[in-house]
């Protein structure tokens, strides 16, 4: 199947520094999704992207849809505590007669407060 | 709000026995999901099934089958588990969206499996 790149694997930051992660796919995606997953929780859709150059926000994070429907990018501003956690990307195409969703690799982000 | 439930948090078993794991949806939702996430491998996709009695392979589903007889529940089974296949697994319902922003996969909290 499709493969996505996502990086960092992980991140180190202080408490109130921003963050950002990446995406990179070879495939065109027509929507791009950010989950973040609590530790021993499935993961939560954080924002969704569905066109070139969309520019996207949800409280402290922003997320990107790259202009080649290849790329995506997320940020999170002044981070806290609860930004602990694995963010994942993930490009949505359809498949066989239903929306399949792509998965990058993951970015785990730890805090030290 | 959507609810996936899945049937144990953690489960461990020996090699060769058969594994069942039980995901169910409450929101009438067409698509049900089952993941594996390992890490740096992120979640990878199993089998998916678009509707009651419909299933397809996914990405990894060697040694893997999955039934789907009503439409509110998904069964992943492990006909006979393998070491490999210790892992967290992730069930996901989706409707079939008609519009933006209705494509969004719920997940349940997921099944820590340990084989030994």
């Known amino acids: 199947g499709q493969q996505l790149n996502q990086s960092p694997q992980s991140m180190f930051i202080q408490e109130g520094e921003d963050v950002s992660m990446n995406c990179t796919s070879s495939?065109?995606?027509?929507?791009w999704l950010w989950y973040k997953q609590d530790p021993g929780e499935g993961p939560v859709l954080l924002i969704a992207?569905?066109?070139?150059?969309e520019l996207t926000s949800n409280g402290r994070l922003t997320a990107q849809f790259g202009i080649t429907r290849k790329d995506s990018f997320l940020n999170i501003s002044a981070s806290i505590p609860s930004d602990v956690g694995i963010y994942f990307c993930?490009?949505?195409?359809?498949?066989?007669?239903?929306?399949?969703?792509?998965f990058g690799q993951g970015t785990r982000l730890t805090i030290n407060p | 709000d959507v609810k996936v439930t899945q049937s144990s948090r953690y489960l461990v078993k020996r090699t060769g026995e058969k594994v069942f794991l039980e995901c169910v949806q409450d929101?009438?939702?067409?698509?049900m999901f089952w993941y594996r996430q390992d890490p740096g491998l992120g979640l990878r996709l199993i089998y998916f099934?678009?509707?009651?009695?419909?299933?397809e392979k996914g990405d990894i589903p060697e040694g893997y089958s999955v039934s789907r007889e009503k439409k509110e529940r998904f069964s992943l089974i492990l006909e006979s588990a393998s070491t490999n296949q210790t892992s967290m697994y992730l069930c996901a319902s989706s409707l079939e969206p008609s519009g933006r922003g209705q494509e969004t996969q719920y997940f349940g909290p997921g099944t820590r499996l340990l084989v030994l």
């Open positions: 495939s065109i995606f027509n929507t």
């Open positions: 099934s678009y509707d009651v009695k419909m299933k």
């Open positions: 929101m009438d939702h067409e698509n």
């Open positions: 992207l569905y066109k070139a150059g």
């Open positions: 993930a490009g949505r195409e359809r498949i066989q007669g239903a929306q399949k969703l792509v």
